[in-house]
Structure formats: structure tokens, C-alpha cells
């Protein structure tokens, strides 16, 4: 999951295999026949594990409420297409266009929260690493504990807190708390400490620059994979965010996707309609996030092979 | 109007707990027939928030803010109650920044009650008047029985009666029971046919005490001071052997209500009845298309015969939380919602509200025959259910508690591991043990 750890034993596959790289690509992996294919086992089974609701989501996705039980549930119906252009129709009709609304909502609170997220976390991470202060240790040690504390035990607490100073039941009160991650901070800075030259900073500063202009011209450059990391991994927390914005929000208009489709299957037994739309609004909700991953993946997987050759 | 239970409660107790514990601080949580406030209009126009879960409860509130430029009303939606609602309502109290209403199910009244969420609205302009507008027992639910106080107005009710599905049981040459011994002897023929006579939700514990409640029988009652709890009535005992007869002659189904393979079950003609309260008719007709006019509705089945019991499930009032700074205004627009034929129509039409109203009856809504019942007017049955439920029945101060632990209890028995009545034998003394956990006083 990390990119720091996938660097690290890149880079030792790197030096260990310079020897007799050529011969072995040449020849093919040493590993046996049973070995490979208990492997691809295994994975085949995770894949269908992991793809097996996807896959369900998308053709549920494609019925109407009544064809949900009364069909295969695998598989789609004769008139598929149609209904689920009849359904995605609903979905960003139903409520005055609720939906749609939801969805612009998330888009900014992960959108935003994470950019921001990202360049606070990436400079706390860089200045722990790069600089040399008394109490460094412990302020990262602190940041660290963060990393244990569920962010559901902060919800009630942050509650009260942005109630005595009126911001519940707005946008703040989901847009602020996502702005900090100890997880980024921690991955920043152990990649920085990693692919950030002391000495390169040093010519920097021979060079005139100032300490912020170096760390954005210089640092995050550097440090470009661990950001994207950090990013994705914030846009999808941010994103999935559920129970802050349930005790926060009492304003649908406010909700991101996750919470209104919560509020929708709540009340499924009183408008069973609503059936249909929590499931196509599921598999819609879910694109965002298989975009930014396939869209990022390039950067990120580019970046750790640069790391990979130092 | 329907509880849930699931992962999220288990989450909601963790948060409960903290936020009980604050309150108790608090202190005057335990205090007993409070006098009614005086109720004061305010000066110059006021707005009020509303949260609610009912669709389209926004745009029956337009109707009202058209009328009334100096009271505007905004609304705001979320999750059901148990789903999330009711817990923020309390974290909302706690932090002096509640909405002026909320909709709150009857059975979690007594829990706002006793940790002081609501507000006595008994002297507000109207408020005492407007008992006769309401069916008698949804009025109790919301007085507590307390002289000189009403702390909320009731707005739907869930009486309940029997779906079944009438060429079957036709088709079949069996009667259609109108007693709950002829309901077990009809669940012993329709099985020999290969199917079941419905299904036992373990989770839907509030069904299961709409059935005690049809019994005569009592799980709560409150002296004005202590709590007495009663979950093993000797009523409450007789519904518990008796479902406990069908489950171990595997003459129900155990299905997780509401679920696909619930809906299914019922699509494909496997449930020949359902017991269930007037709400449920959309519930059927959505999951079910397929058995399109060949259901109708009958009332319960009598525990005596020539009886006329019926029992209620779901439910919920229109309440002031503690803390409005309009009591006067809101109660005004909390009796506007619950009685005003025009709101009334608008929030059965898009929230399927069953209004609490006595006037519920004259909706056209409810006039005319309902084609997936076979043309029936099945709303002059749930009319007459409505008039038949016992008026002091009382709902407990936690019940999410009581329901979770009775729930696991009964999906214990359902899997052959003890029975219903062990289950309600825990449930009772795991209520006792969090009313004295939250220094609620219980008598003994």
C-alpha cells in the first residue's frame, strides 16, 4: 500500500538483479509450474472475490425495482440498456435533481480537501524531515499517534466544537477536518528524508533561493509520487467520508454522495422506488473514484520506477 | 417508520454512551411531570427548522410558507431515525443548536423524554384543543398519560392487519383465519403445499410487540417516577410459544424482512400472508409486482374468537425539541402539518404518510379501491384496526437497546438455540441493567 516500502525493495531487486538481469529475463522465471499457477489461483480468487459486487452493482444497476428479485441476479434483463438509461434519468430527476448536487459536493469536499490536504501534509512531512529543531521527535510522534485515533471517536468531539462556534450544518464543518492527515504527514516525510538531497538543497540556497520557493520548485518535484500517493489515498478517504457528515449535516443540499445514498436506502421501506436509485447511484458514485485512480495511476507508478534507479 | 438495526446502532451505542454521560451532568434529566411552560408568541417573523425523513416533506411545507409570510418553516432531510437522525438529535440538544421540530417514532419518544429533549407544548395556542382531531391511542403516545402536558403532535400510525393473498388461499379450499388458532392450522396446510403462511423477521422486534400490544399486553409502563419493565407478560408469553410453535415446525420462513430474497419470496408465491400495519401496502405492492390483484387485507387474527384487537407497528410525531426558541410558532405549524386536509393529502401522496388524524378517513387517498388488492378498499380495514388498538401502550426509554438485545435473542431461537421467550427474558433483564446504567429509575 505504501509507496515508500515498494521503493525500498524495488531499489534492492534493482542492485541484485543487475548481475544477471540479461540471463534471467532471457530464460524466463525460475519459479515451477505448480508455484505459478497457485499463485494465479489465488489471485483469480480475490479478483472475483473483489469484482463479483461490482459486477452485480452494474447489472442490478441495468433493472427496475421489480426485476431486482424476479431475475437473475448476475446477469442482465432483455431491455437493459433502456432501463438503465430510464434509471439513471430518475436518478438525477428524482428531488430536484438531488443527486447531481450530492455529487458536486463530494466532488469539492475530496476534491479540494485533498489538494489542500496534500500540500499541508507534504509540508509538515518535508519540514520534519529536512530541517533539524529541538522537539522534532515529538511532534512527530504526536503526528503519528493521530494515525491510531479513529476518525469516528473525533466526530462527536469535533461536533461540539464547531457547534460553539456555529459552524455545524455547513460546508466547513466536513471541508475542515479533512484537511489534516497524519498518515500523509508520515509518508511525506519518510519519502522526503528518502529522495530529497541535502546537498541539493544546499545549492538552492547557495543559489538564492528561499526556503518556500525551493521546497515548490525543488522539493515537490521530488517528492511527486509520494504526493500523488498522499492525494489518492485523502480523495478516497474524503470521498468514503460517512459519519462525519452524518452528524455534521442536517441540510441535504450539504450532503456529499455517501451520506444522501445512506439517507435514500434509510427510507426505502417507506418509497420503495427508491430501491432502484440508491443502486445505480452506488455505481455512480464509484466512477469518480476508478477515474482518479486510473487517471493518477501513470504518475504514481512512473514515479516509483524513477525512484527505483538512484 | 420502520427501524433498522445493523453496524451503524453498534456505532450509535459507542457515541450514546459518551453522550449520556454528559448529560447526566446535566441533571434534571429524571424530573417528572414538569408544569406546562407558559407559551408565549413571538415578535415579528420567525423561522423554524424542521428535520424529517418523510419524502417530500418539503414541498407540503411550501404550502405553509405560502400562508404564512411570518412563520417560515425550512426543512431539512436525512436519514430515518435510528439510521443516524435521533442520535444527532441529541448531540444537537446537548449542544444548544437543535432544530425547533423533529419527527420522532413513538417508541423513541420516551428516550427524548426522559433525557429531556422535548418541549411541553401543552400550553400553546390550539395544542390542549386538538386532542378530538387524533386517534385516541397516538394521543396517549404522546402525553405519557402526564397531566397538563402534550410534548409532541402525533402525525402517522401504523395499524395493522393481515395481507393475504386471496386466489391462493381460494384456489386451495382453505379459509382464510380469522383466529390465530385457524392461522396455525392454515400454516400446517399451506406448508403441505410447499409453501409458508409468512415469514418470522427476527429483526422487526417492534412487529413483534405490535402483536403483544394487539394481546392486551404491556412491555413498559411508567408511575410518573419509576420505569416497570415487562417484557414476559403472561400475554407477551402467549405470543412468544405461539410463534415459537411455528418456528419449530418449520412452518414460517425466517427471512430478513425488506430484503431482495423477502421481496422475492413474496413475488414468487411463497408467503401466503402478511401481518403487517397499513404502510405495508406499498412495501407489497412494490416488491411484489408480480402478484399483482390477487392480494387482500383482513383484519388480525383474534387471540379470542368474535375478538376485534388490533395491534400497531411504526409510526411517528411531528415533536419540539428542547432549546426552540419558537414553541408557540412551532407547535402552531406541528398541529397545521398533522391536521390540515390539504398537508395531509400532500404527505400521503409523496411520503405515503397514514395520517393520525380521526379526518384521515375522509382523504380521498383512502376513498376509492386499490387495484393491487383486487379492487378492495383495503383502507376501511386498517380504519377499523386503527380504532381498535389499545390506547395504553407504552414504549420503553431505550428501546433501540431492547430491540437489538430481544433481536439477537430471537435470531438465536430462529437458529435453534434456545427460543422467543428466552429471548424476551434477556431482553427484560438487559433493559433493567441500562435504565439503572442510566440511573432511570426502575421498579422492582
Not at chain 2, 340 to 347: Q, T
Not at chain 2, 437 to 444: F, G, L, T, Y
Request: glycine share 10%; hydrophobic share 45%; with cysteine.
Amino acid at each position: 500500500m505504501t509507496a515508500a516500502p515498494a521503493t525500498a525493495s524495488k531499489r534492492r531487486r534493482g542492485g541484485s538483479s543487475t548481475a544477471h538481469g540479461a540471463r534471467n529475463r532471457a530464460r524466463g522465471p525460475r519459479q515451477s509450474i505448480m508455484s505459478r499457477s497457485a499463485a494465479m489461483l489465488i489471485m483469480g480468487v480475490f479478483t472475483l472475490y473483489f469484482l463479483t459486487p461490482i459486477w452485480w452493482l452494474l447489472t442490478t444497476s441495468t433493472k427496475t425495482g421489480g426485476e431486482i428479485t424476479s431475475t437473475a441476479p448476475l446477469w442482465f434483463t432483455a431491455d437493459s440498456a433502456e432501463t438503465f438509461l430510464a434509471n439513471l434519468g430518475r436518478l438525477f430527476t428524482y428531488g430536484d435533481g438531488l443527486f447531481g448536487r450530492w455529487l458536486l459536493n463530494s466532488a469539492l469536499y475530496a476534491g479540494v480537501g485533498a489538494l489542500i490536504g496534500t500540500i499541508i501534509a507534504a509540508m509538515c512531512g518535508y519540514a520534519l524531515a529536512k530541517y533539524e529543531f529541538r522537539g522534532r521527535e515529538a511532534i512527530f510522534n504526536i503526528v503519528l499517534s493521530g494515525v491510531l485515533v479513529p476518525a469516528t471517536a473525533l466526530a462527536l468531539p469535533l461536533f461540539l466544537i464547531f457547534s460553539r462556534v456555529e459552524l455545524t450544518n455547513t460546508m466547513w464543518a466536513v471541508f475542515l477536518p479533512s484537511l489534516v492527515s497524519p498518515f500523509g504527514v508520515y509518508l511525506a516525510r519518510i519519502y522526503a528524508a528518502a529522495s530529497v538531497p541535502g546537498e541539493l538543497l544546499e545549492a538552492a540556497r547557495l543559489d538564492g533561493s528561499g526556503e518556500i520557493r525551493t521546497f515548490f520548485t525543488v522539493s515537490t518535484r521530488l517528492m511527486a509520487p509520494a504526493l500523488v500517493t498522499i492525494f489518492l489515498f485523502q480523495f478516497v478517504a474524503i470521498w468514503n467520508n460517512f459519519f462525519l457528515p452524518l452528524i455534521m449535516l442536517r441540510d441535504q443540499a450539504l450532503f456529499p454522495v455517501t451520506l444522501g445514498l445512506y439517507a435514500w436506502n434509510s427510507q426505502i421501506s417507506q418509497i420503495p422506488e427508491l430501491r432502484s436509485l440508491v443502486i445505480v447511484g452506488a455505481l455512480v458514485s464509484i466512477l469518480p473514484l476508478i477515474i482518479a485512480f486510473l487517471a493518477l495511476q501513470r504518475f504514481w507508478s512512473s514515479g516509483l520506477g524513477a525512484g527505483g534507479v538512484k | 417508520m420502520r427501524a433498522h438495526y445493523g453496524k451503524v446502532t453498534a456505532a450509535f451505542a459507542m457515541i450514546s454512551a459518551l453522550a449520556l454521560s454528559g448529560c447526566s451532568a446535566g441533571g434534571d434529566s429524571t424530573e417528572a411531570g414538569a408544569e406546562a411552560a407558559p407559551c408565549e408568541a413571538s415578535e415579528g417573523p420567525v423561522t423554524l427548522n424542521f428535520t424529517t425523513w418523510v419524502p417530500g416533506m418539503d414541498k407540503v411545507v411550501e404550502l405553509w410558507n405560502a400562508e404564512n409570510p411570518d412563520i417560515q418553516v425550512q426543512v431539512q432531510t436525512g436519514p430515518n431515525g435510528n439510521s443516524g437522525t435521533y442520535q444527532n438529535f441529541f448531540n444537537q440538544i446537548q449542544a444548544g443548536n437543535a432544530p425547533d421540530l423533529g419527527q420522532v417514532e413513538y417508541d423513541a419518544l420516551p428516550n427524548f423524554r426522559v433525557q429531556d429533549g422535548l418541549e411541553n407544548i401543552a400550553g400553546c395556542e390550539g395544542v390542549a384543543d386538538a386532542q378530538d382531531k387524533f386517534v385516541d391511542w397516538t394521543w396517549g403516545q404522546v402525553t405519557f398519560g402526564e397531566e397538563g402536558s402534550v410534548y409532541a403532535v402525533p402525525q402517522d400510525s401504523g395499524p395493522m392487519a393481515m395481507y393475504y393473498r386471496a386466489d391462493l388461499f381460494e384456489a386451495a379450499g382453505i379459509e382464510v383465519p380469522t383466529t390465530w388458532e385457524e392461522y396455525a392450522a392454515a400454516a400446517e396446510q399451506i406448508k403441505a403445499q410447499g409453501s409458508y403462511i409468512t415469514n418470522f423477521p427476527k429483526q422487526d422486534v417492534n412487529w413483534f410487540a405490535g402483536l403483544v400490544w394487539q394481546n392486551g399486553g404491556q412491555w413498559f409502563a411508567n408511575d410518573g417516577e419509576n420505569w416497570d419493565v415487562n417484557l414476559t407478560s403472561p400475554e407477551s408469553e402467549e405470543v412468544a410459544t405461539y410463534w415459537q410453535d411455528l418456528l419449530s415446525k418449520d412452518l414460517v420462513s425466517t427471512l430478513p424482512s425488506f430484503s431482495d430474497e423477502w421481496n422475492a419470496s413474496f413475488n414468487e408465491g411463497q408467503q401466503w400472508t402478511w401481518v403487517s400495519a397499513v404502510w405495508g401496502a406499498t412495501t407489497l405492492s412494490d416488491g411484489a409486482p408480480d402478484t399483482a390483484g390477487k392480494w387482500a387485507v383482513a383484519p388480525m387474527p383474534q387471540w379470542e374468537d368474535g375478538g376485534e384487537t388490533a395491534g400497531n407497528w411504526g409510526g411517528s410525531s411531528t415533536a419540539v425539541l428542547k432549546g426552540s426558541d419558537h414553541p408557540a410558532e412551532a407547535a402552531k405549524f406541528a398541529l397545521w402539518l398533522n391536521t390540515d386536509p390539504e398537508a395531509l393529502a400532500l404527505a400521503n401522496e409523496l411520503g405515503g404518510i397514514y395520517p393520525a388524524a380521526k379526518s384521515a378517513t375522509e382523504l380521498e387517498a383512502f376513498a376509492g379501491g386499490v387495484d393491487y388488492y383486487g379492487g378492495q378498499n383495503i383502507y376501511e380495514v386498517f380504519a377499523d384496526a386503527s380504532s381498535n388498538v389499545d390506547p395504553d401502550f407504552t414504549w420503553g426509554p431505550t428501546m433501540t437497546q431492547t430491540y437489538t438485545d430481544v433481536s439477537d435473542g430471537f435470531g438465536a431461537a430462529i437458529g435453534g438455540s434456545g427460543t422467543l421467550m428466552d429471548a424476551l427474558e434477556n431482553g427484560q433483564q438487559k433493559t433493567i441493567d441500562s435504565l439503572k446504567a442510566q440511573s432511570i429509575p426502575v421498579a422492582e
